[in-house]
């Protein structure tokens, strides 16, 4: 099911989903003014579709002991073949890597890795960059603060 063929009901079940998944399905239900079991039928609907890709905690990096975020830009020779998949492949397995997009302009890649410390973080992009022959360069700007972190995708249209 796509967005745009959400009733109101779906959208605000989904917009409270997508920032505390942790309410019961009565306490969403009295929220949506549907019944417990209707908003539990939804929810499987929207999970068959794979509209809902998952419902997962989010963890405190700080309390975690992993408080180091890095963005990471990667430059590669070739964007296709063997040698990208197998370099897709090892940044999808590996679990300090929250996020990876490719991007246009200057870089292929944009990472979002998560460490314990900068020993930690280059070990990682040892394991994943450093050792790669199609990886020609990458660039590491590690953060200082968190301003936002979210996942969440305007369903509103009024809010996009």
Known sequence: MKASH?????????EILQHDA????????????LS???????????ERSGLIRTIAAQLDPDMALVPMTVLTFVTIERDTGPDIESLHQ???DH???????????????????TARTMADYRRITGELLDADANVRRFVSHVTLGTVK????????????
């Open 36 to 46: 417990g079991s209707a908003v539990q039928r939804r929810i499987k609907q929207h």
């Open 22 to 33: 942790t309410q019961t399905l009565d306490e969403l239900g009295e929220t949506v003014g």
């Open 95 to 113: 679990p300090n890597v929250q996020q990876c997009y490719e991007v246009a302009g200057l870089f292929d890649l944009a990472l979002v890795i």
């Open 149 to 160: 972190v979210s996942l969440a995708v305007p369903l509103d249209p009024h809010s996009a």
């Open 90 to 92: 090892r940044i999808y």
């Open 6 to 14: 959400l009733d109101p009901i779906d959208v605000q079940l989904l």
